[in-house]
């Protein structure tokens, strides 16, 4: 009988978690009396798939959204009959990716390694290594922002490699690629090479992807090309190469109208700032208000906090240009 009880009481537990973790769910013709089943999981699919999507247009307000529903996974999954207990922790740990990458997309760098941490571990208990390498590369990514590339590299060395689908080894590449660009030196054209090789493998890991025919449920982009061509111009502008980078922004802005509005700003600081490495200062400051106007719109602050940046060092070498003033007062509006 208090086995019965235990169970009807986990059931309208979670259901009335997944309502408060962002939404109606339908819910209609569940019955009480069974704790996790398949039908529960299949809620917890859906509610994971419309956070996924929403994720890729905006930052704030899905924050509390994302960390209420990351925890009730983390909870479900301990309880979890053996079943359903790998979907579940496969859920629980891209859920708390996505928590990373919005607290990160927010500009709390502590929060977003303390989720993509969490993220890590869970996809290790459910021995998903694509999941796993989903995570790590967003903790490394975290320590480049913290001005720590070395550590971002050793953290992606972390991956088994040997296991990861062609999509997991593209997405650890890219960011292998990115973080090896932040450690080249203008002397170390080793690094450079090293990095673009990345790239390359990314490219050739997405084109293998096509014909396995297996695609994780975190590919969240359509296009292969834009998405690499987004790491592409971040690693061009890391390595102060604006002629290469440019054109790679460009195609990279293109792809994510279609793909992750949400990072779309952050694609748009990053063209003001080689705009702006290749000395084309007028075009530099149109495309940072392009930035400053995106990421309000989806409340991206760390977007707003680089172009800031960029403000301060075109005051600095173009104190009296009108259109680095006009800059200024749109920050500040």
Same mark, same amino acid.
């Given at each position: 009988m208090r086995t019965a009880t235990r169970a009807s009481a986990s059931r309208r537990v979670v259901l009335k978690a997944l309502a408060a973790a962002g939404g109606v769910l339908m819910i209609?013709?569940?019955e009480d009396g069974r704790a996790i089943d398949g039908e529960v999981v299949g809620l917890l699919q859906a509610r994971t798939k419309r956070l996924r999507e929403s994720s890729t247009e905006i930052v704030d307000p899905l924050i509390n959204s994302l960390e209420s529903y990351g925890e009730l996974l983390v909870r479900l999954f301990t309880e979890a009959?053996?079943?359903y207990r790998q979907e579940v922790g496969r859920l629980a740990s891209e859920v708390a990716w996505l928590a990373a990458n919005a607290h990160a997309d927010n500009?709390?760098?502590?929060?977003?390694?303390?989720?993509g941490k969490r993220a890590a571990r869970l996809a290790r208990d459910v021995r998903d290594d694509d999941l796993r390498v989903h995570?790590?590369?967003?903790?490394s990514r975290t320590y480049l922002t913290l001005k720590d590339p070395a550590r971002a590299v050793l953290t992606l060395e972390k991956a088994a490699t040997s296991r990861l689908s062609h999509y997991g080894r593209a997405r650890l590449e890219v960011h292998r690629a990115l973080a090896l660009a932040r450690t080249a030196t203008g002397s170390n054209q080793a690094t450079a090479t090293q990095s673009l090789k990345s790239l390359d493998i990314a490219r050739q890991a997405l084109a293998d992807a096509k014909t396995e025919g297996f695609r994780p449920d975190w590919v969240w982009w359509s296009d292969d090309e834009g998405f690499v061509k987004s790491w592409e111009s971040e690693v061009w502008r890391s390595l102060s190469v604006p002629e290469r980078a440019i054109p790679a922004f460009h195609a990279a802005v293109i792809a994510a109208t279609y793909d992750d509005v949400r990072e779309l700003p952050f694609l748009q600081a990053g063209l003001a700032e080689v705009m702006a490495q290749g000395g084309h200062i007028d075009?530099?400051? /149109?495309?940072? !208000?392009r930035? =400053?106007?995106?990421?309000?719109?989806?409340?991206? /602050?760390a977007a !707003?906090?680089? =172009?800031r940046k960029l403000?301060?060092?075109?005051?600095?070498s173009a104190p009296n240009s009108r259109y680095v003033r006009s800059l200024g007062e749109v920050l500040r509006s």
């Open positions: 209609g013709g569940l009959p053996s079943t500009g709390d760098d502590r929060l977003s390694l303390e989720w995570a790590l590369a967003r903790v075009a530099a400051v /149109e495309e940072a !208000v930035a =400053v106007v995106l990421a309000r719109a989806v409340n991206a /602050e !707003v906090d680089r =172009v403000g301060r060092m075109l005051v600095a």
